[in-house]
């Protein structure tokens, strides 16, 4: 009983961060960490916070944190998001890289291609999560779509630093 009032407590932190018209990237970062601190036994109350809410960033964000600590998304949600928004399709490809899955690797080609950069970035930001080294061609040519963004760039040069490493 003590398990499930801490777990409530937790999740009833982490969604006044979530909800504060302004939240501090900072806190709100922590109030992740104190999710996945918890585990698995987190997942069931994320999926039933998941149900109870109607605003998709919030369910988004709790995605993010079941992927992180299960590795496994709600494929039908996450989809829904790869089409929706922008911030819904920048919260897809989180979602997606820290899942690790690869099996969306075409989505996230797909979405390298977006006409909106923060979009791109993100999608090759997943790629490299998922796939590593192996996604550096698939990047590299998505690169040349939007020349200069700097997050595309740093993923191309760290996947690179991989492969030939400074001596």
Known sequence: MA???????VLDQWQLLHQAS???????????ESLV???????PALRALQRQSGDRVLRGNAEFVIALIAGK????????????DRQEKVLGC???GASGDKTW??????????????V??????????????EALDRI????????????????VQELQSWLYPRE
Do not use: C
């Open 3 to 9: 398990s499930e009032r801490r777990l409530e407590s």
């Open 22 to 32: 302004r939240v501090d990237e900072d806190y709100f970062v922590e109030a992740i």
């Open 37 to 43: 601190r918890q585990g698995r036994p987190m997942v």
């Open 73 to 84: 998304v709600d494929r039908d949600f996450v989809s829904d998001l790869l089409r929706g």
């Open 94 to 96: 989180r979602i997606i």
């Open 105 to 118: 690797g075409k989505e996230l080609d797909r979405l390298q291609y977006d006409s909106d950069k923060d």
């Open 120 to 133: 791109s970035a993100q999608a090759s930001v997943a790629l490299a999560s998922v796939f590593g080294v």
């Open 140 to 155: 590299e040519a998505a690169q040349q779509r939007h020349p200069g963004n700097s997050t595309v760039d740093y993923v």
